[in-house]
């Protein structure tokens, strides 16, 4: 009795419009909860960015913490606040990562390039602001070269749908960095 019961309603979804339309083996799957979940894209957000990082540079976490919050800051002074309110907005975590941009009030350069780069950043904000960087980078044990890998690797993160509007806001305000 059962099995005319599903005969009949098998035949009925098989020949009805909707199943047309959508399929008659999802009409029953999904007649009996089976639906397939689709799987939605991960919104990019501070702290998968975080890991991404460590993993593509070959960093460890903290390090790629301090680093991406290093960049952002950078970031903050070369837009405007309402530029970068709308940056923080559509990246969930940000606001918390600036707090990990590392202190360098007592890192002093001695000698050669790098005491020339801080006599000359008295005189120029954008290379005041690229010192600073480089100076944030050596606090957390890296080299300053490494952060156009971080760069690099924080575009290739976002490198998604969701993620285009964050990394085109980013990109325009690293637009001046050079390093």
């Known amino acids: 009795m059962k099995a005319s019961y599903l005969l009949i309603v098998v035949s009925a979804l098989a020949f009805s419009p909707q199943s047309h339309a959508e399929g008659w083996l999802d009409s029953i799957k999904s007649m009996f909860g089976m639906e397939a979940k689709t799987e939605t894209a991960a919104m ?3 702290t998968d960015m975080i890991s991404s990082v460590s993993e593509s540079v070959g960093i460890d976490k903290s ?3 301090g680093s991406l919050a290093s960049i952002f800051n950078y970031a903050k002074e070369n ?3 309402e530029q970068f309110s709308g940056l923080s907005n ?4 940000l606001d918390s990562l600036m707090g990990a941009v590392p ?4 890192i002093t350069s001695e000698g050669g390039l790098a005491e020339l780069m801080d006599k000359a950043a008295n005189y120029n904000d954008s290379l005041k602001a690229v010192n600073e960087l ?6 957390l044990g890296l080299k300053p070269e490494m952060i156009m890998q971080v760069i690099n690797s924080a575009k290739a993160y976002l490198d998604t749908d969701e993620g285009q509007k964050i990394k085109q806001q980013l990109m ?6 050079s390093v």
């Open 63 to 65: 390090q790629a913490e």
């Open 90 to 93: 559509s990246l969930p975590g």
């Open 79 to 81: 837009i405007s606040a």
């Open 172 to 177: 325009q305000a690293l637009s001046n960095l």
């Open 103 to 106: 202190n360098i009030r007592k």
């Open 44 to 46: 990019p957000n501070v």
């Open 134 to 139: 480089k100076k944030q980078f050596e606090a």
